[in-house]
């Protein structure tokens, strides 16, 4: 939770120690490199959602892994100084066997040590013991991190995976599950789970007393909701059930389902040991001279940690928990800390005071417009509204328009399928509260007169020819106002009052591009395009 801060330093953090080793270049897999895994560990891949499925990244893209800060004594990260990854011998040395716990015990170390999740929603871990149906559980683990803002849960599974199988492994014996899957998006935490499969020996193969196995998602925002995760762990696609069914009753394959995060399972694996849960980790970006994961005492006072990983002394806002979470404003930075709690994925991203606030929230709006599933109204239509008017408020709107930003904010809350609608219009919201002189500004003025640096980390289009930079664009002497883009790209084109489209400020995103260029093919008057580096290769 945010809170007051009661006190003076950080107990423990007697300074930031750095732990790089092995980030930024391949890793040095144990048992052989991820090409070689192959028909080790069972693995399975959600199936293709169609022509707008996301292309797969890169191992390149993603083994650039942040730095490692730890501010106190390392718990999760222990062992990170001395391996760029804890193979099981490393992992034993580092961290001992795990112990054995019945199911009471379970539940009863989830309650002492108020265990909760993490990655985003923060519900109990106690309470999803309880909430588990009758039958034989599964258990799941979610590391599909789709946010960019976040890699905390990245640099687990690349660099402690038996950390996070230990917990999940303890969890499976305490309470008689058959089935383990661990759902990942990118290439290295792939390879690295799988390695770690097997050097335990575990695998998808009948007959065993627990199969365990890794699902494939595309890297996307949606990728990591609960349900999708399930979804494609079961055959079918990596999006959000219509219908909201709680896993503990009916998840993997109709089963009680125990579905958490990756800290959630590395976490529980030092509880059983520690009994405490003493650290939390902690992805920032934004206005820091280098993205970092940092591991951090409960409790910890913002600034200090803001200060440690080299952040402006007064930055103008932090958005804390991510692209789900709420900004802070400058006047309650200096009172607050992080603690286990604290609402989000654990993002922490400071913004500096030259870029306007307003239009930091507006770029990465667009992108959470685009990060849909398409599958409900409030959240294909109602994500693109509420982007396109805070963009209208930018533009000199005035009142209207930001009662046009509350108006689908309160359009779009609770009717979801998923809870993807209501983190982003938390997120928008938090920033008219957190930047009201900004606002003022742009609603009464002429505006903040300051430009939108992009400080907020999106994604690059990924795929083999990357089309960073390309957009939709409109020849003005050609459009007749048909409004067919709209129709068929809601989330990237919307109508403005006079009929016309107005076009959101963002890139075309992987996953909608094939639904961009058949907008542009289907434009009546032929005055939509795609313009950037990968245009001319359609």
Not at 317 to 337: D, F, Q, S
Not at 424 to 431: T, V
Not at 488 to 507: E, F, I, K, N, T
Request: glycine share 14%.
């Amino acid at each position: 939770m945010l809170r007051g801060v009661r006190g003076g330093g950080v107990g423990g953090a007697g300074g930031a120690a750095t732990q790089a080793q092995g980030c930024g270049q391949a890793f040095r897999w144990a048992g052989g490199t991820p090409s070689g895994s192959e028909g080790r560990v069972g693995a399975t891949r959600a199936p293709d959602t169609g022509p707008d499925r996301c292309p797969r990244p890169t191992v390149t893209d993603v083994n650039n892994l942040p730095p490692v800060v730890t501010l106190g004594e390392p718990r999760l990260t222990a062992g990170f100084d001395d391996h760029a990854r804890l193979d099981r011998r490393a992992h034993l040395a580092v961290h001992g066997t795990a112990p054995r716990l019945s199911a009471t015990e379970l539940v009863s170390l989830a309650e002492a040590t108020a265990l909760r999740g993490r990655g985003g929603a923060g519900f109990p871990f106690a309470r999803k013991l309880h909430a588990l149906g009758k039958g034989v559980p599964a258990v799941v683990v979610n590391g599909c991190e789709g946010e960019p803002a976040c890699r905390k849960d990245a640099v687990l599974l690349c660099r402690a995976p038996h950390l996070v199988l230990d917990g999940a492994l303890l969890a499976a014996e305490a309470l008689g599950a058959r089935t383990l899957v661990v759902g990942v998006t990118q290439d290295a935490t792939e390879a690295s789970v799988r390695d770690a499969l097997a050097e335990r020996g575990l695998a998808d193969r009948r007959g065993r007393p627990l199969r365990a196995r890794v699902v494939r998602l595309p890297e996307r925002m949606v990728s990591g909701e609960s349900s999708a995760l399930l979804r494609a762990a079961d055959g079918g696609p990596a999006l959000p059930a219509g219908r909201r069914v709680h896993a503990a009753v009916q998840g993997l394959g109709g089963a009680p389902t125990l579905l958490s995060n990756t800290e959630t399972f590395a976490q529980l694996a030092l509880a059983a040991r520690r009994g405490a849960v003493g650290t939390l980790l902690l992805t920032l970006s934004g206005a820091i001279p280098q993205p970092r994961v940092a591991e951090a005492p409960d409790g910890v006072p913002l600034p200090y940690v803001l200060q440690q990983c080299g952040a402006e002394p007064v930055p103008q806002g932090v958005l804390v928990g991510g692209y789900h979470g709420l900004w802070l404003g400058a006047e309650r930075v200096p009172g607050a800390v992080l603690s286990y709690g604290t609402p989000g994925a654990g993002a922490v991203l400071p913004l500096p005071a030259a870029t306007c606030p307003l239009g930091e929230t507006v770029r990465v709006a667009h992108w959470l417009a685009a990060e849909s599933a398409g599958q409900c109204g409030p959240c294909r239509l109602g994500l693109p509204a509420l982007a396109g008017a805070l963009t209208d408020v930018l533009a000199g709107g005035g009142q209207s328009a930001l009662e046009a930003v509350r108006d689908a904010a309160r359009a779009v809350h609770g009717r979801g399928a998923c809870g993807h609608p209501d983190g982003a219009a938390r997120f928008l919201l938090s920033s008219l509260a957190a930047f009201t002189d900004d606002l003022a500004a742009h609603v009464l003025g002429s505006g903040c007169g300051r430009g939108t640096a992009g400080v907020l980390p999106l994604p690059r289009t990924a795929g083999p020819a990357p089309a960073a930079g390309e957009r939709l664009a409109v020849d003005w002497t050609l459009c007749e106002g048909h409004g067919l883009c709209a129709d068929l790209l809601p989330q990237l084109v919307r109508l403005g009052p006079d009929g016309y489209p107005s076009l959101a400020d963002a890139a075309v995103p992987a996953h909608l591009r094939v639904r961009a260029q058949r907008a542009v093919r289907r434009c009546p008057a032929l005055a939509l395009r795609l313009e950037g580096p990968a245009a001319g290769k359609r």
